[in-house]
């Protein structure tokens, strides 16, 4: 059986890494991007090029960051009032990436897609052929659900499932989870007589795990990073969930 101590190594050397970023890492309550803690992440992802992984950005935030331009002060209830703000956000969100990666001379290829895209193989080579041609020209892949056109029915869930495709799709080495929980725990974490979960080596380890809602500008509880990490694993792929800010 592997050991935590083997994922952490192959996860710490991986030269394929595919990092999701939750809304709540980069956006901030009543809407509008955390410029500060994205260019930590990028910073971060940076120290992995360097030294010499591929690392492709899952970055969500579309929503939260299209609140504040638009005048909006809480998150959207109806879905084309949360489409009308992801068509803004998208905008603010790849600019702001931009930026970021600017600041190390590299180019930001922003790549949207729906559950129907990975959905069809035609459309799933496409974007295959896409990322790993930005791979080659040193751009950063920033991946993101294409929410104005995806429904509810639809909907991969904070791209969390998004992020176990798009790692199946490229043969990733490790998934990297981040959002503003740290790890798994047995109870609330909110509570505080919660025990990490430090390591899953298979479905008796969840047991009592919590799976609750998402964050208040995002839509990705635990349940879907849990789904998201079973898609991963079936492909052979580890995955670290850890916060942001860690």
Not at 95 to 114: E, I, K, M, N, P
Not at 151 to 163: H, P, Q, S, V, Y
Not at 219 to 235: F, I, N, P, Q, Y
């Amino acid at each position: 059986m592997t050991t935590e101590r083997e994922l952490r190594r192959r996860i710490g050397t991986a030269r394929r890494v595919v990092v999701k970023i939750g809304s709540s890492a980069i956006t901030s309550f009543h809407g509008g991007i955390r410029r500060a803690e994205l260019d930590t992440l990028a910073d971060v992802c940076q120290t992995r090029m360097t030294g010499g992984s591929d690392v492709f950005v899952v970055s969500s935030g579309a929503i939260g960051a299209g609140m504040a331009p638009l005048g909006m002060t809480t998150r959207p209830a109806t879905l084309s009032a949360k489409q009308a703000a992801a068509s803004v956000g998208q905008l603010e969100l790849a600019r702001a990436w931009g930026d970021s990666f600017a600041r190390y001379d590299r180019v930001v290829g922003q790549v949207l897609l729906t559950a129907a895209d990975i959905g069809r193989r035609d459309s799933a080579a496409n974007a295959q052929r896409t990322l790993d041609r930005l791979r080659t020209l040193r751009a950063v892949p920033v991946i993101n659900e294409n929410d104005t056109v995806a429904t509810n029915e639809i909907r991969f869930g904070d791209n969390d499932r998004l992020a176990a495709l798009v790692a199946h799709l490229i043969s990733a080495d490790a998934l990297i989870l981040l959002s503003d929980v740290d790890a798994l725990y047995d109870s609330d974490p909110r509570k505080g007589d919660a025990t990490a979960v430090t390591m899953v080596g298979g479905e008796g380890d969840l047991d009592g795990v919590v799976a609750g809602a998402g964050g208040a500008l995002g839509t990705g509880g635990m349940a879907s990073k849990l789904a998201a990490a079973r898609l991963a694993a079936d492909a052979g792929i580890p995955v670290l969930l850890t916060s942001a800010e860690r």
